[in-house]
C-alpha cells in the first residue's frame, strides 16, 4: 500500500491525511469560509513533510460539495502528483466516511439528491425526497450540508475524512479522469454563428 497522501475539500472543514501501509501516520483539519484557498497549503506541506520521499500515491475527495474547494483539492492533488512523479486517483467523498451510509442534501433549484455509495448522485423533487427517506427510517442517512434537508429526524450531519480516504481501499495502478462529482451536469453555452469578415473597403480609383 506504502504512503499514501490523502486530500478531502468538499465542504467547510478541509483535512489532509497521511498513511503508511494502511495506518494514519499525520491528519490535520482546517476551516475556511473563502472555499479552501490558500488555507489548504500549510497543513498539505506539513503533511508531505511527514510523507517523506516514500509518498507513493495520492487521493482527493470529488464531492458532491463545494465546487471551488473541491476543484482546489483537485489541483492540489495534481500538483503534487506531477511533482512527485506519482499515481493520483479520485474518490467521491462519501468515502471518507466510515462505515455504511447513503449521503443527501440539497441539490438547489427545489430540489435534492441522493448518492449510495459507488454510484453517483440521483436527483429528485421534495416529494419523493421525502417518501425516499421515511420508506427507510433504518437507513443511515447522512448529508455534508449545514443544515439537515427538510430537517427530517433520520438524517444526521456528517463531514468526510482524509483519515478515512487515506486508507480507502483504492486502486492506484489505473488511469482515471480527475473531476468533480457534479449534482447535475455542467452548462455550457453554445458560441454564437462566427460573424461573417468584413474586408476593410478599398478606395475607388480616382
Not at 486530500?7 to 491528519?27: C, L, Q
Not at 503534487?80 to 443527501?104: C, D, H, N, Q
Amino acid at each position: 500500500m506504502g504512503v499514501i497522501l490523502a486530500i478531502e475539500t468538499s465542504t467547510p472543514r478541509g483535512s489532509v491525511a497521511v498513511a503508511a501501509e494502511g495506518e494514519v501516520v499525520f491528519a490535520e483539519e482546517f476551516v475556511t469560509k473563502r472555499s479552501h484557498n490558500a488555507a489548504l497549503f500549510a497543513p498539505l506541506g506539513r503533511a508531505l513533510q511527514r510523507a517523506g520521499p516514500h509518498l507513493s500515491g495520492v487521493v482527493v475527495g470529488l464531492g458532491p460539495g463545494s465546487y471551488t474547494g473541491i476543484r482546489i483539492g483537485i489541483a492540489a492533488a495534481q500538483g503534487v502528483s506531477l511533482a512527485r512523479a506519482i499515481p493520483v486517483v479520485g474518490a467521491a467523498s462519501l468515502s471518507g466516511l466510515p462505515g455504511k451510509g447513503t449521503l443527501v442534501g440539497d441539490a438547489r433549484r427545489d430540489s435534492f439528491f441522493l448518492q449510495e455509495r459507488g454510484g453517483g448522485p440521483e436527483i429528485m423533487d421534495e416529494m419523493a425526497f421525502r417518501e425516499r427517506i421515511e420508506a427507510s427510517p433504518d437507513q443511515p442517512w447522512v448529508t455534508f450540508d449545514a443544515r439537515v434537508p427538510l430537517c427530517l429526524e433520520q438524517i444526521e450531519i456528517a463531514q468526510p475524512s482524509a483519515q478515512v480516504l487515506a486508507i480507502a481501499p483504492l486502486d492506484f495502478s489505473k488511469e482515471q479522469p480527475i473531476e468533480p462529482i457534479y449534482l447535475r451536469a455542467p452548462f455550457v453555452t453554445t458560441p454564437n454563428q462566427p460573424r461573417q469578415a468584413i474586408s476593410p473597403k478599398r478606395p475607388e480609383p480616382s
